[in-house]
């Protein structure tokens, strides 16, 4: 009965795919964890859409194999002896997927849509270190006004509020690719909703968009690097369902695909598929500072020192991630010193049960006068809620504490989290771009979803922004760092790998450390197919 279920199984996962697969000899198939919203890299903020948008934008720089920032739209750029203005060098000749100019206008265009508060971009933020943009969201100022300024079709001048060195990082980001201009106008809600029309800038373009099912892209000749891509064709089949993904790549069905379930684990290592990546992201647990009873500094304290991460990483996670003592993960260099900032910083938070509930204690809280009603909220995941489950029990053993667990669909938990309707939240960070900034610019935003307004603690990363000097403006951040566990803000609890599984004769690929995967040059070796 077992095999006939089995067989049944994989009919249907090939009737469902049947138009997925690999359907030419030199396509690399990945699968989609989910359904892309769109693919506008202006209005996208999930790494699903993050990773089809790097095949078929580019940016004025691009991430190599080694993370370097290399030129890609760009061939130069000159720099003021201030770090305030950029002059960026457009290559001779780059054209849109159709044969239209790639232009200094059309940046200057697609820029300038992001920070139109009109527009409702979420990246909005991402470009506020250029002078006035931020204005301009905020209606106080004009689009002209914008330091961002096509002098030809050619050169781009861009004027920054202060010296920003990870400038040209964000240049790599998805939110800086530029968008045709044409398309967007003529089709302002509809342009990247699907294949029909679309005109790509990167090294494939998308040529079906079968929705819920598959996302097809084949090479694009008219990318200005286009002898750097080996491949014809890449796919992008789609399923919500981690079984379904790992059944397809295992049936050659599809190449890749990520977060494979980890009771997996062990039996994909033994067959050579499963793989680690870096990743610069935490998850962790955010306070609701303005919430009873996280309201109370000491409160938030105990419940942070009460958790336990080793067993946690042992039997709940696994997949090699690393427990998190601080907020800023292992892999960002200080360039000031050349060590790795987590290690400069060292451990931020302990844990001790004994202090947690001493803290307690000292906030008023004890058997005869028991917390008031605390809810754990996470979105729907089964990894999620088994986190979720074993602090709940952590609580329970070294505080005495009941802590209600509830969990909302990922858009509506989303929202839940950004309106501060909750006490205690699940969250997790991946870096948008190489620096520490990325992580500790989060809670520097008055809108950010701890409820979090320290005026000590944004003065410390707006120094940070405006220095010019590497080694002053690494102190600050490790000072602003220390103050987010001073006041207990967040409850880090592991950095972030990405587990994957690729069949072994896949080549080429790149995972960057941002959570995305190149295929710019991915290939298959055919001398270790079989």
């Known amino acids: ?13 090939a009737v469902l795919f049947s138009g997925c697969g690999i359907q030419h000899p030199d396509t690399v198939s990945y699968v989609l964890e989910a359904e892309p919203s769109r693919l506008d890299p ?12 790097l095949q078929i934008f580019e940016g004025l720089t691009r991430l190599d194999d080694d993370d370097v920032l290399q030129p890609a739209l760009a061939e130069s750029w000159d720099i003021s002896p201030d770090g305030r203005t950029y002059t960026f060098h ?59 300024k096509a002098v030809d079709d050619q050169t781009l001048v861009v004027r920054l509020k202060e010296p920003t060195p990870y400038f040209l990082n964000l240049t790599a980001f998805h939110c800086y690719y530029p968008v045709p201009r044409k398309l967007v106008e003529a089709k302002p809600d509809t342009w990247a909703a ?40 890449l796919d992008f089949p789609i399923s919500d369902s981690q079984a379904t993904r790992l059944t397809l790549v295992e049936s050659n069905q ?18 050579g598929l499963y793989k680690i990546a870096p990743y610069l992201g935490a998850y962790y647990y955010v306070f609701n500072v303005q919430k009873k009873p996280f309201d ?50 060292g451990n931020l938070i302990a844990e001790d049960p004994a202090k947690a509930r ?38 329970k053993e070294n505080l005495g504490v009941d802590v209600n667990i509830t969990n909302q669909e990922s858009k509506v938990f989303m929202a839940t989290r950004a309106q501060g309707d909750y006490q205690l939240a699940r969250a ?12 500790l610019d989060v809670f520097a935003d008055d809108e950010n979803d701890a409820q979090y307004h320290n005026p000590a603690y944004n003065a410390l990363i707006a120094k940070a922004k405006a220095s010019n000097d590497e080694r002053q403006r690494m102190a600050y951040l490790h000072e602003a760092e220390q103050m987010l566990f001073d006041d207990c803000v967040i409850i880090p609890l592991y950095y972030t790998t990405q587990p994957y599984v690729a069949q072994h004769y896949i080549r080429g690929y790149h995972w960057s450390p941002l959570g995305l995967v190149d295929f710019k040059k991915a290939y298959i070796d055919e001398s270790e197919r079989k």
């Open 254 to 271: 599809a190449n890749m695909t990520v977060e494979p379930p980890p009771a997996d684990q062990e039996r994909l290592e033994q067959m």
């Open 1 to 13: 009965m077992k095999k006939l279920l089995l067989l049944l199984s994989c009919l249907l996962t």
């Open 428 to 439: 997790s960070w991946i870096a948008d771009y190489i620096d520490p900034m990325t992580f």
């Open 42 to 53: 202006a209005m996208t903020t999930a790494l699903v859409e993050s990773n089809v948008e």
């Open 194 to 233: 699907d294949a029909d029309g679309m005109v790509c800038s990167g090294p494939y373009k998308i040529v079906s968009w079968n929705h819920s099912s598959e996302i097809e892209v084949v090479k694009n000749d008219r990318y200005w690097d286009a002898g750097s891509v080996i491949l014809d064709h």
């Open 358 to 395: 001493q803290l307690l204690k000292e906030a008023g809280y004890d058997d005869q006068h028991p917390l008031p009603e605390v809810t754990l909220l996470f979105n729907t995941n089964e990894m999620h809620k088994a986190v979720a489950e074993a602090l709940q029990a952590m609580w």
């Open 90 to 148: 457009l290559r001779p000749g780059i054209e849109w997927s159709d044969g239209t100019p790639i232009t200094a206008g059309d940046i200057e265009y697609s820029w300038k849509r992001v920070v139109n508060l009109d527009v409702a971009s979420e990246n909005a933020y991402m470009l506020f270190c250029i002078d006035k943009a931020e204005d301009y969201f905020n209606k106080k100022a004009s689009a002209d006004a914008v330091g961002v």
């Open 296 to 345: 109370d500094v000491r409160v938030r304290k105990a419940f942070a020192l009460a958790v336990q991460r080793q067993g946690l990483m042992k039997y709940i996670v696994r997949g090699e991630k690393e427990a998190a003592y601080a907020w800023v993960p292992p892999g960002l260099k200080d360039k000031a010193t050349g060590r790795d900032f987590r290690k400069e910083g």
